[in-house]
Protein backbone atom coordinates (compact mmCIF):
# COMPACT_ATOMS: atom_id res chain seq x y z
CA UNK A 1 0.00 0.00 0.00
CA UNK A 2 1.27 3.08 -0.60
CA UNK A 3 1.49 6.22 1.66
CA UNK A 4 -0.27 8.35 -1.42
CA UNK A 5 -3.57 5.75 -1.31
CA UNK A 6 -3.31 6.43 2.70
CA UNK A 7 -3.54 10.51 1.98
CA UNK A 8 -6.07 10.38 -0.71
CA UNK A 9 -8.36 7.80 1.35
CA UNK A 10 -7.88 10.79 4.29
CA UNK A 11 -8.62 13.57 2.50
CA UNK A 12 -11.89 11.87 1.15
CA UNK A 13 -12.95 10.86 4.46
CA UNK A 14 -12.09 14.36 5.83
CA UNK A 15 -14.39 15.67 3.39
CA UNK A 16 -16.99 13.20 3.97
CA UNK A 17 -17.36 13.16 7.62
CA UNK A 18 -17.63 17.12 7.56
CA UNK A 19 -20.62 17.23 5.63
CA UNK A 20 -22.28 14.54 7.23
CA UNK A 21 -24.74 14.83 9.14
CA UNK A 22 -28.77 15.77 10.85
CA UNK A 23 -28.47 19.76 9.90
CA UNK A 24 -28.25 20.35 6.22
CA UNK A 25 -24.53 21.74 5.17
CA UNK A 26 -23.48 20.76 1.66
CA UNK A 27 -20.11 21.31 0.16
CA UNK A 28 -21.81 23.10 -2.31
CA UNK A 29 -22.91 25.93 0.23
CA UNK A 30 -19.01 26.49 1.35
CA UNK A 31 -18.90 29.51 -0.28
CA UNK A 32 -21.83 31.33 0.91
CA UNK A 33 -22.33 29.98 4.34
CA UNK A 34 -25.73 30.88 6.20
CA UNK A 35 -24.37 31.85 9.75
CA UNK A 36 -26.10 28.63 11.68
CA UNK A 37 -24.13 26.32 8.84
CA UNK A 38 -20.90 28.59 9.89
CA UNK A 39 -21.71 27.69 13.55
CA UNK A 40 -22.18 23.95 12.70
CA UNK A 41 -19.40 23.67 11.16
CA UNK A 42 -16.91 25.26 13.57
CA UNK A 43 -18.41 24.10 16.63
CA UNK A 44 -19.68 20.53 15.80
CA UNK A 45 -18.47 18.75 12.85
CA UNK A 46 -14.44 20.27 12.26
CA UNK A 47 -13.63 19.72 16.39
CA UNK A 48 -15.44 16.13 15.43
CA UNK A 49 -12.76 15.92 12.26
CA UNK A 50 -10.04 17.13 14.21
CA UNK A 51 -10.58 14.29 17.34
CA UNK A 52 -11.21 11.47 15.01
CA UNK A 53 -7.94 11.91 13.18
CA UNK A 54 -5.89 12.47 16.76
CA UNK A 55 -7.48 9.69 18.09
CA UNK A 56 -6.98 7.29 15.25
CA UNK A 57 -3.33 8.45 14.85
CA UNK A 58 -2.38 8.32 18.18
CA UNK A 59 -4.06 5.36 19.51
CA UNK A 60 -2.45 3.59 16.76
CA UNK A 61 0.79 4.53 17.41
CA UNK A 62 0.86 3.96 20.90
CA UNK A 63 -0.49 0.34 20.19
CA UNK A 64 2.35 0.35 17.94
CA UNK A 65 4.88 1.54 20.27
CA UNK A 66 3.98 -0.60 23.58
CA UNK A 67 3.94 -3.87 20.88
CA UNK A 68 7.49 -3.10 20.29
CA UNK A 69 8.43 -2.62 23.76
CA UNK A 70 6.81 -5.75 25.30
CA UNK A 71 8.00 -7.84 21.83
CA UNK A 72 4.76 -9.02 21.39
CA UNK A 73 2.12 -8.15 18.92
CA UNK A 74 -0.68 -8.57 20.98
CA UNK A 75 -0.48 -6.01 23.45
CA UNK A 76 -2.13 -2.73 23.24
CA UNK A 77 -3.60 -0.03 25.31
CA UNK A 78 -6.88 -2.67 25.58
CA UNK A 79 -5.14 -5.64 26.38
CA UNK A 80 -1.64 -3.94 29.09
CA UNK A 81 -4.38 -2.84 31.53
CA UNK A 82 -3.82 0.55 30.27
CA UNK A 83 -7.02 1.97 28.87
CA UNK A 84 -8.63 0.94 32.36
CA UNK A 85 -5.89 2.59 34.84
CA UNK A 86 -6.54 5.79 32.22
CA UNK A 87 -10.60 4.95 33.20
CA UNK A 88 -9.83 4.80 36.90
CA UNK A 89 -7.49 7.74 37.41
CA UNK A 90 -10.60 9.88 36.19
CA UNK A 91 -12.99 8.55 38.66
CA UNK A 92 -10.29 9.16 41.21
CA UNK A 93 -10.34 12.55 39.67
CA UNK A 94 -13.92 13.14 40.02
CA UNK A 95 -13.72 11.55 44.00
CA UNK A 96 -11.08 13.78 44.72
CA UNK A 97 -11.47 17.07 43.31
CA UNK A 98 -15.35 17.51 42.56
CA UNK A 99 -14.65 20.28 40.45
CA UNK A 100 -12.27 19.19 38.36
CA UNK A 101 -10.92 20.78 35.54
CA UNK A 102 -10.11 18.38 32.38
CA UNK A 103 -6.40 19.53 32.89
CA UNK A 104 -6.02 18.14 36.03
CA UNK A 105 -8.31 14.92 35.42
CA UNK A 106 -5.66 14.25 32.64
CA UNK A 107 -3.08 14.28 34.43
CA UNK A 108 -4.18 12.24 37.37
CA UNK A 109 -5.59 9.67 34.48
CA UNK A 110 -1.96 9.82 32.97
CA UNK A 111 -0.13 8.91 36.50
CA UNK A 112 -2.94 5.81 37.19
CA UNK A 113 -2.31 4.76 33.47
CA UNK A 114 1.79 4.84 33.53
CA UNK A 115 1.35 3.29 36.78
CA UNK A 116 -1.07 0.49 35.42
CA UNK A 117 1.20 0.16 32.32
CA UNK A 118 4.63 0.13 34.74
CA UNK A 119 3.09 -2.89 37.00
CA UNK A 120 2.13 -4.39 33.76
CA UNK A 121 5.55 -4.11 32.47
CA UNK A 122 6.46 -5.88 36.00
CA UNK A 123 3.95 -8.66 35.65
CA UNK A 124 5.64 -9.55 32.27
CA UNK A 125 9.04 -9.55 33.70
CA UNK A 126 8.06 -11.57 35.91
CA UNK A 127 6.15 -14.20 34.50
CA UNK A 128 8.38 -17.29 32.97
CA UNK A 129 6.05 -18.10 30.09
CA UNK A 130 6.29 -15.53 27.40
CA UNK A 131 3.47 -17.26 24.93
CA UNK A 132 1.84 -14.76 22.68
CA UNK A 133 -1.62 -14.91 23.66
CA UNK A 134 -0.83 -15.82 27.36
CA UNK A 135 0.57 -12.23 27.71
CA UNK A 136 -2.21 -10.07 26.42
CA UNK A 137 -4.71 -12.84 28.16
CA UNK A 138 -2.92 -11.63 31.42
CA UNK A 139 -3.04 -7.92 30.78
CA UNK A 140 -6.94 -8.31 29.47
CA UNK A 141 -7.40 -9.77 33.42
CA UNK A 142 -4.86 -7.46 34.99
CA UNK A 143 -7.31 -4.30 33.03
CA UNK A 144 -10.29 -6.20 34.40
CA UNK A 145 -9.36 -6.33 38.16
CA UNK A 146 -8.36 -2.58 37.48
CA UNK A 147 -11.75 -2.21 35.91
CA UNK A 148 -13.80 -3.91 38.94
CA UNK A 149 -12.56 -1.56 41.00
CA UNK A 150 -13.64 1.86 39.33
CA UNK A 151 -16.93 0.21 39.16
CA UNK A 152 -16.45 -0.59 42.80
CA UNK A 153 -16.35 3.18 43.35
CA UNK A 154 -18.48 4.51 41.06
CA UNK A 155 -21.49 2.60 42.47
CA UNK A 156 -20.56 4.11 45.96
CA UNK A 157 -20.32 7.71 44.60
CA UNK A 158 -23.33 7.30 42.08
CA UNK A 159 -20.86 8.26 39.39
CA UNK A 160 -21.95 5.04 37.21
CA UNK A 161 -23.78 6.91 34.62
CA UNK A 162 -20.77 9.65 34.16
CA UNK A 163 -18.09 6.60 34.28
CA UNK A 164 -19.74 4.67 31.50
CA UNK A 165 -19.09 8.04 29.18
CA UNK A 166 -15.63 7.39 29.02
CA UNK A 167 -16.51 3.47 28.63
CA UNK A 168 -17.81 4.00 25.39
CA UNK A 169 -16.13 5.72 22.41
CA UNK A 170 -17.98 8.79 21.46
CA UNK A 171 -17.41 11.31 18.90
CA UNK A 172 -20.85 12.80 18.71
CA UNK A 173 -20.10 14.71 22.47
CA UNK A 174 -17.53 16.23 20.99
CA UNK A 175 -17.68 20.31 19.93
CA UNK A 176 -15.26 23.17 20.36
CA UNK A 177 -14.26 23.48 23.80
CA UNK A 178 -14.01 20.11 25.04
CA UNK A 179 -11.90 18.49 23.18
CA UNK A 180 -8.84 20.84 22.80
CA UNK A 181 -6.77 18.56 25.31
CA UNK A 182 -6.29 15.94 22.67
CA UNK A 183 -3.89 18.04 21.04
CA UNK A 184 -1.41 17.21 23.85
CA UNK A 185 -1.20 13.62 21.73
CA UNK A 186 0.45 15.93 18.49
CA UNK A 187 3.90 16.78 19.75
CA UNK A 188 4.22 13.61 21.91
CA UNK A 189 3.68 11.71 18.32
CA UNK A 190 6.24 13.95 16.53
CA UNK A 191 8.51 12.64 19.90
CA UNK A 192 7.84 9.24 19.17
CA UNK A 193 9.07 9.66 15.09
CA UNK A 194 12.28 11.25 16.29
CA UNK A 195 12.59 8.28 19.08
CA UNK A 196 11.51 5.70 16.45
CA UNK A 197 14.67 4.19 15.57
CA UNK A 198 15.68 3.34 19.71
CA UNK A 199 11.81 1.71 20.23
CA UNK A 200 12.88 -0.16 17.25
CA UNK A 201 16.48 -1.87 18.54
CA UNK A 202 14.41 -1.44 22.59
CA UNK A 203 12.11 -4.07 20.53
CA UNK A 204 15.18 -6.74 19.59
CA UNK A 205 16.03 -6.82 23.62
CA UNK A 206 17.84 -5.59 26.32
CA UNK A 207 20.89 -7.42 25.66
CA UNK A 208 21.21 -6.18 21.49
CA UNK A 209 19.97 -2.56 22.45
CA UNK A 210 22.81 -2.71 25.32
CA UNK A 211 25.38 -3.54 22.43
CA UNK A 212 24.40 -1.16 20.46
CA UNK A 213 25.35 1.49 23.16
CA UNK A 214 21.75 2.17 23.65
CA UNK A 215 20.10 3.01 27.36
CA UNK A 216 17.37 -0.04 27.36
CA UNK A 217 15.37 1.35 30.55
CA UNK A 218 15.03 5.31 29.66
CA UNK A 219 13.66 4.05 25.97
CA UNK A 220 11.50 1.92 27.37
CA UNK A 221 10.09 4.16 30.37
CA UNK A 222 9.99 6.88 27.39
CA UNK A 223 7.73 4.94 25.72
CA UNK A 224 5.46 3.51 28.57
CA UNK A 225 5.77 7.54 29.10
CA UNK A 226 4.30 8.61 25.81
CA UNK A 227 1.40 5.55 25.73
CA UNK A 228 0.05 6.75 29.10
CA UNK A 229 -0.13 10.31 28.13
CA UNK A 230 -1.90 10.03 24.94
CA UNK A 231 -4.19 7.18 26.14
CA UNK A 232 -5.22 9.66 29.05
CA UNK A 233 -5.67 12.46 26.75
CA UNK A 234 -7.83 10.15 24.14
CA UNK A 235 -9.92 8.44 27.16
CA UNK A 236 -10.74 11.71 28.42
CA UNK A 237 -12.29 13.40 25.59
CA UNK A 238 -13.53 10.82 23.23
CA UNK A 239 -13.63 7.46 25.37
CA UNK A 240 -12.09 3.87 25.16
CA UNK A 241 -11.38 2.95 21.67
CA UNK A 242 -11.27 -0.64 21.63
CA UNK A 243 -9.08 -2.89 19.63
CA UNK A 244 -7.78 0.24 17.55
CA UNK A 245 -4.04 0.07 18.86
CA UNK A 246 -4.15 -3.52 18.27
CA UNK A 247 -5.45 -4.34 14.42
CA UNK A 248 -4.14 -1.24 13.23
CA UNK A 249 -0.10 -1.78 13.82
CA UNK A 250 -0.61 -5.55 13.07
CA UNK A 251 -2.02 -4.57 9.47
CA UNK A 252 0.78 -2.44 8.70
CA UNK A 253 3.21 -4.80 9.97
CA UNK A 254 2.50 -7.14 7.55
CA UNK A 255 3.46 -4.92 4.66
CA UNK A 256 5.68 -2.69 6.12
CA UNK A 257 7.65 -4.58 8.39
CA UNK A 258 8.62 -3.58 12.03
CA UNK A 259 11.18 -0.83 11.22
CA UNK A 260 9.37 2.29 13.38
CA UNK A 261 10.77 4.78 10.81
CA UNK A 262 8.89 2.66 7.77
CA UNK A 263 5.67 1.99 9.37
CA UNK A 264 5.03 5.09 12.04
CA UNK A 265 3.37 7.65 9.31
CA UNK A 266 1.56 4.41 7.85
CA UNK A 267 0.22 3.43 10.72
CA UNK A 268 -0.64 7.34 12.02
CA UNK A 269 -2.97 7.66 9.08
CA UNK A 270 -3.74 4.35 8.41
CA UNK A 271 -5.59 4.70 12.11
CA UNK A 272 -7.05 7.65 11.29
CA UNK A 273 -8.69 6.57 7.71
CA UNK A 274 -9.87 3.27 10.22
CA UNK A 275 -11.87 5.27 12.46
CA UNK A 276 -13.08 7.99 10.01
CA UNK A 277 -14.26 5.34 8.12
CA UNK A 278 -16.15 3.56 11.01
CA UNK A 279 -17.50 7.00 12.50
CA UNK A 280 -18.91 7.72 8.86
CA UNK A 281 -20.74 4.59 8.95
CA UNK A 282 -21.65 4.98 12.29
CA UNK A 283 -23.48 7.90 11.61
CA UNK A 284 -24.97 7.07 8.49
CA UNK A 285 -26.36 3.43 9.07
CA UNK A 286 -29.37 4.74 11.47
CA UNK A 287 -29.56 7.99 10.20
CA UNK A 288 -30.64 10.32 11.63
CA UNK A 289 -29.41 8.52 14.80
CA UNK A 290 -25.81 7.40 15.49
CA UNK A 291 -24.03 4.47 16.84
CA UNK A 292 -21.08 5.15 19.05
CA UNK A 293 -18.09 4.42 17.75
CA UNK A 294 -16.80 2.32 19.57
CA UNK A 295 -19.33 -0.58 18.59
CA UNK A 296 -18.44 0.49 15.19
CA UNK A 297 -14.38 -0.08 15.73
CA UNK A 298 -15.17 -3.07 18.48
CA UNK A 299 -17.44 -5.04 15.56
CA UNK A 300 -14.99 -4.12 12.35
CA UNK A 301 -11.78 -4.79 14.72
CA UNK A 302 -12.85 -7.18 16.65
CA UNK A 303 -13.83 -9.33 13.26
CA UNK A 304 -10.36 -7.90 11.70
CA UNK A 305 -8.61 -9.08 14.86
CA UNK A 306 -9.98 -12.92 14.99
CA UNK A 307 -8.65 -13.03 10.82
CA UNK A 308 -5.21 -11.71 12.12
CA UNK A 309 -5.42 -14.65 14.70
CA UNK A 310 -6.33 -17.06 12.29
CA UNK A 311 -3.62 -15.84 9.56
CA UNK A 312 -1.05 -15.42 12.12
CA UNK A 313 1.09 -18.19 11.14
CA UNK A 314 1.51 -16.77 7.64
CA UNK A 315 1.87 -13.47 8.67
CA UNK A 316 4.36 -14.79 10.97
CA UNK A 317 3.03 -12.42 13.92
CA UNK B 1 44.13 -6.46 24.80
CA UNK B 2 41.00 -7.58 26.97
CA UNK B 3 42.31 -8.34 30.25
CA UNK B 4 40.42 -10.19 33.52
CA UNK B 5 41.86 -9.79 36.79
CA UNK B 6 40.07 -12.19 39.66
CA UNK B 7 36.64 -12.40 38.17
CA UNK B 8 34.23 -13.74 40.24
CA UNK B 9 30.43 -14.44 40.12
CA UNK B 10 27.84 -16.07 41.43
CA UNK B 11 23.57 -17.00 40.92
CA UNK B 12 21.69 -17.84 43.95
CA UNK B 13 25.24 -18.22 46.22
CA UNK B 14 26.34 -20.46 43.81
CA UNK B 15 29.63 -19.52 41.95
CA UNK B 16 28.84 -20.03 38.15
CA UNK B 17 32.58 -17.92 37.67
CA UNK B 18 35.21 -18.59 40.44
CA UNK B 19 38.34 -16.50 40.14
CA UNK B 20 39.19 -16.23 36.57
CA UNK B 21 41.80 -14.29 35.27
CA UNK B 22 43.00 -14.07 31.43
CA UNK B 23 44.67 -11.77 29.17
CA UNK B 24 43.83 -11.45 24.95
CA UNK B 25 46.05 -10.34 22.91
CA UNK B 26 45.10 -8.30 19.93
CA UNK B 27 44.31 -9.53 16.39
CA UNK B 28 43.59 -13.07 17.33
CA UNK B 29 40.64 -15.24 17.71
CA UNK B 30 39.93 -17.17 21.30
CA UNK B 31 37.80 -19.84 21.50
CA UNK B 32 36.04 -20.62 24.81
CA UNK B 33 35.56 -24.39 25.22
CA UNK B 34 34.35 -26.72 28.22
CA UNK B 35 31.22 -28.74 29.12
CA UNK B 36 27.51 -26.98 29.44
CA UNK B 37 27.19 -24.96 32.08
CA UNK B 38 31.08 -24.36 32.76
CA UNK B 39 30.12 -20.72 32.29
CA UNK B 40 31.70 -19.46 28.80
CA UNK B 41 28.64 -17.60 27.79
CA UNK B 42 28.39 -15.89 31.25
CA UNK B 43 32.15 -15.14 31.03
CA UNK B 44 31.71 -14.04 27.59
CA UNK B 45 28.48 -11.69 28.41
CA UNK B 46 30.81 -10.29 31.60
CA UNK B 47 33.74 -9.01 29.23
CA UNK B 48 30.70 -7.08 26.86
CA UNK B 49 29.00 -5.90 30.25
CA UNK B 50 26.01 -7.47 29.13
CA UNK B 51 26.45 -9.11 32.88
CA UNK B 52 27.64 -7.44 35.98
CA UNK B 53 30.15 -8.97 37.49
CA UNK B 54 30.50 -9.12 41.09
CA UNK B 55 34.29 -9.10 41.79
CA UNK B 56 37.94 -8.67 39.98
CA UNK B 57 38.60 -6.32 37.12
CA UNK B 58 37.84 -6.43 33.70
CA UNK B 59 39.35 -3.70 31.23
CA UNK B 60 39.81 -3.40 27.35
CA UNK B 61 42.81 -1.27 26.24
CA UNK B 62 43.27 -0.46 29.76
CA UNK B 63 39.69 1.08 30.02
CA UNK B 64 37.56 -0.58 33.07
CA UNK B 65 34.75 -1.81 31.16
CA UNK B 66 31.82 -0.50 34.14
CA UNK B 67 33.36 2.86 33.85
CA UNK B 68 33.45 3.32 30.13
CA UNK B 69 30.31 5.21 28.74
CA UNK B 70 27.93 2.50 27.10
CA UNK B 71 28.25 4.29 23.56
CA UNK B 72 31.82 4.46 23.85
CA UNK B 73 32.06 1.10 24.31
CA UNK B 74 29.56 -0.12 21.87
CA UNK B 75 32.19 1.39 19.45
CA UNK B 76 35.12 -0.69 20.73
CA UNK B 77 33.24 -3.30 21.49
CA UNK B 78 30.49 -5.74 20.01
CA UNK B 79 28.81 -9.47 21.10
CA UNK B 80 26.75 -11.42 19.32
CA UNK B 81 24.19 -13.81 21.39
CA UNK B 82 22.92 -17.10 20.50
CA UNK B 83 19.57 -15.72 21.91
CA UNK B 84 19.30 -13.31 19.18
CA UNK B 85 16.46 -14.75 18.44
CA UNK B 86 15.04 -11.65 16.70
CA UNK B 87 11.18 -11.77 16.02
CA UNK B 88 10.72 -8.02 14.46
CA UNK B 89 10.08 -8.34 10.80
CA UNK B 90 13.52 -6.29 9.46
CA UNK B 91 15.02 -6.86 6.40
CA UNK B 92 18.60 -7.51 6.26
CA UNK B 93 19.55 -4.19 5.13
CA UNK B 94 17.69 -2.74 8.34
CA UNK B 95 19.49 -4.66 10.86
CA UNK B 96 23.02 -4.19 9.29
CA UNK B 97 21.70 -0.62 9.50
CA UNK B 98 20.93 -0.23 13.18
CA UNK B 99 25.17 -1.87 13.31
CA UNK B 100 25.91 2.16 12.87
CA UNK B 101 23.89 3.56 15.68
CA UNK B 102 26.59 3.66 17.87
CA UNK B 103 27.66 6.71 15.67
CA UNK B 104 24.69 7.60 13.62
CA UNK B 105 22.31 7.38 16.04
CA UNK B 106 19.97 6.70 13.85
CA UNK B 107 20.23 9.54 11.30
CA UNK B 108 22.55 7.57 8.71
CA UNK B 109 25.05 9.86 7.07
CA UNK B 110 27.29 8.68 3.32
CA UNK B 111 29.54 7.19 5.31
CA UNK B 112 27.38 4.64 7.72
CA UNK B 113 26.17 3.70 4.37
CA UNK B 114 29.28 2.99 3.02
CA UNK B 115 29.83 1.10 6.22
CA UNK B 116 26.36 -1.10 5.38
CA UNK B 117 27.53 -1.80 1.75
CA UNK B 118 30.70 -3.12 2.84
CA UNK B 119 29.48 -5.40 5.29
CA UNK B 120 26.67 -7.11 2.80
CA UNK B 121 29.44 -7.21 0.72
CA UNK B 122 31.80 -8.78 2.86
CA UNK B 123 29.18 -11.60 3.98
CA UNK B 124 27.52 -11.48 0.61
CA UNK B 125 24.30 -10.61 1.58
CA UNK B 126 23.89 -7.96 -1.75
CA UNK B 127 20.98 -10.26 -3.56
CA UNK B 128 18.96 -10.72 -0.79
CA UNK B 129 19.38 -7.10 1.47
CA UNK B 130 16.09 -6.52 0.79
CA UNK B 131 14.50 -9.61 2.19
CA UNK B 132 12.95 -9.57 5.57
CA UNK B 133 14.88 -11.77 8.09
CA UNK B 134 12.03 -14.40 8.56
CA UNK B 135 12.44 -15.26 5.27
CA UNK B 136 15.82 -16.76 5.56
CA UNK B 137 17.45 -20.17 6.48
CA UNK B 138 19.26 -20.29 9.85
CA UNK B 139 22.35 -19.61 7.96
CA UNK B 140 21.13 -16.64 5.74
CA UNK B 141 20.34 -15.02 8.97
CA UNK B 142 23.69 -15.63 11.10
CA UNK B 143 25.07 -14.24 8.04
CA UNK B 144 22.81 -10.79 8.03
CA UNK B 145 23.87 -10.86 12.38
CA UNK B 146 27.23 -11.24 11.70
CA UNK B 147 27.37 -8.62 8.68
CA UNK B 148 25.77 -6.08 11.63
CA UNK B 149 28.74 -6.91 13.46
CA UNK B 150 30.89 -5.63 11.13
CA UNK B 151 29.27 -2.61 10.19
CA UNK B 152 29.34 -1.67 13.91
CA UNK B 153 33.14 -1.73 13.28
CA UNK B 154 34.35 -2.95 16.54
CA UNK B 155 38.18 -3.95 17.53
CA UNK B 156 36.65 -6.45 19.68
CA UNK B 157 33.94 -9.16 18.49
CA UNK B 158 32.36 -11.11 20.64
CA UNK B 159 30.35 -14.53 19.63
CA UNK B 160 28.45 -17.03 21.57
CA UNK B 161 27.80 -20.33 19.71
CA UNK B 162 28.04 -18.64 16.49
CA UNK B 163 27.59 -22.37 15.11
CA UNK B 164 24.59 -23.28 16.65
CA UNK B 165 22.10 -24.97 14.49
CA UNK B 166 24.27 -24.52 11.06
CA UNK B 167 25.31 -27.49 9.33
CA UNK B 168 28.49 -28.00 7.94
CA UNK B 169 28.84 -25.91 4.86
CA UNK B 170 27.42 -22.93 6.88
CA UNK B 171 30.20 -23.44 9.68
CA UNK B 172 33.13 -23.55 7.71
CA UNK B 173 31.75 -20.25 6.21
CA UNK B 174 31.42 -18.39 9.05
CA UNK B 175 34.80 -19.29 10.76
CA UNK B 176 36.32 -18.26 7.34
CA UNK B 177 34.98 -15.29 7.54
CA UNK B 178 36.06 -14.53 10.93
CA UNK B 179 39.92 -15.97 10.20
CA UNK B 180 39.40 -13.24 7.52
CA UNK B 181 38.39 -11.06 9.73
CA UNK B 182 41.16 -11.22 12.12
CA UNK B 183 43.96 -11.77 9.28
CA UNK B 184 42.53 -8.80 6.69
CA UNK B 185 40.70 -6.29 9.07
CA UNK B 186 42.79 -6.87 12.07
CA UNK B 187 40.08 -7.65 14.68
CA UNK B 188 39.87 -9.71 18.07
CA UNK B 189 37.27 -12.60 18.06
CA UNK B 190 36.44 -13.97 21.29
CA UNK B 191 33.91 -16.86 20.51
CA UNK B 192 32.37 -19.70 22.38
CA UNK B 193 31.98 -22.71 20.36
CA UNK B 194 30.89 -25.90 20.93
CA UNK B 195 32.75 -28.08 18.58
CA UNK B 196 36.26 -28.67 19.56
CA UNK B 197 38.12 -29.54 15.67
CA UNK B 198 36.28 -26.00 15.10
CA UNK B 199 38.16 -24.44 17.69
CA UNK B 200 41.33 -26.62 17.09
CA UNK B 201 40.99 -25.72 12.92
CA UNK B 202 40.53 -21.89 13.02
CA UNK B 203 41.79 -20.63 16.38
CA UNK B 204 45.29 -18.74 17.80
CA UNK B 205 44.01 -19.65 21.31
CA UNK B 206 41.80 -21.25 23.41
CA UNK B 207 40.52 -20.87 27.13
CA UNK B 208 38.72 -24.56 28.37
CA UNK B 209 36.97 -23.75 31.34
CA UNK B 210 35.30 -26.30 33.70
CA UNK B 211 32.97 -25.41 36.75
CA UNK B 212 33.74 -21.86 36.08
CA UNK B 213 37.23 -22.23 36.38
CA UNK B 214 39.97 -21.99 33.59
CA UNK B 215 41.73 -25.62 33.84
CA UNK B 216 43.73 -24.32 31.19
CA UNK B 217 44.92 -21.67 28.39
CA UNK B 218 47.11 -20.90 25.68
CA UNK B 219 48.11 -21.66 22.44
CA UNK B 220 45.47 -23.87 20.31
CA UNK B 221 48.45 -27.16 19.84
CA UNK B 222 48.35 -26.60 23.83
CA UNK B 223 45.00 -27.18 24.53
CA UNK B 224 43.99 -29.56 22.35
CA UNK B 225 46.12 -32.63 23.85
CA UNK B 226 44.90 -35.78 25.18
CA UNK B 227 45.48 -34.92 28.85
CA UNK B 228 44.11 -31.78 28.94
CA UNK B 229 40.66 -32.89 27.02
CA UNK B 230 40.59 -35.77 29.56
CA UNK B 231 40.53 -33.32 32.20
CA UNK B 232 38.06 -31.17 30.77
CA UNK B 233 35.59 -33.74 29.90
CA UNK B 234 36.18 -36.37 31.42
CA UNK B 235 36.00 -38.62 28.23
CA UNK B 236 39.55 -40.66 26.62
CA UNK B 237 39.50 -38.33 22.83
CA UNK B 238 42.05 -39.30 20.89
CA UNK B 239 43.62 -37.06 18.76
CA UNK B 240 45.30 -37.37 15.09
CA UNK B 241 47.04 -34.96 13.32
CA UNK B 242 46.16 -34.41 9.61
CA UNK B 243 47.62 -31.77 7.16
CA UNK B 244 49.00 -29.94 10.17
CA UNK B 245 45.76 -29.84 11.78
CA UNK B 246 45.01 -31.71 15.44
CA UNK B 247 41.81 -33.25 14.72
CA UNK B 248 39.85 -35.31 17.56
CA UNK B 249 38.41 -38.08 17.36
CA UNK B 250 35.51 -38.78 20.27
CA UNK B 251 33.39 -40.59 18.44
Known amino acids: ?317 | MVDLKNVFKSYNKKNVIEDVSLEITKGTITSFIGPNGAGKSTLISMISRLIAKDNGAITIDGQDIMHTKNNELAKKISILKQSNAINLKLTIRELVSFGRFPYSQGKLKKEDNEKIDEAIDYMELRDIQDKYLDELSGGQRQRAHIAMVIAQDTEYILLDEPLNNLDMRHSVQIMKTLRKLVNEMGKTILLVIHDINFASCYSDQIVALKDGKIVKQGRTCDVIDKCVLKDIYDMDIDIKEIDNRRICVYF
Open chain 1, 1 to 317: MKIRYLVIALVVFSFASVFIGVSNVSPLDLFNLTEAQQQVLLVSRIPRLFSIIIAGMSMSIVGLIMQQLTRNKFVSPTTAGTLDAARLGILVSMMVFTAASPLQKMLVSFVFALLGTFIFMKILEKIKFKDAIFIPLIGLMFGNIIGSISTFFAYQNDLIQNMSSWMQGDFSMIMSGNYELMFVSVPILILAYIYADKFTIAGMGEDFSKNLGLNYRQVVNLGLIISALVTASVVLSVGVIPFLGLIIPNIVTIYQGDHLKKSLLHTALLGAVFVLFCDIIGRVIIYPYEIPISLTVGVIGSGIFIYLLLRRKKYGL
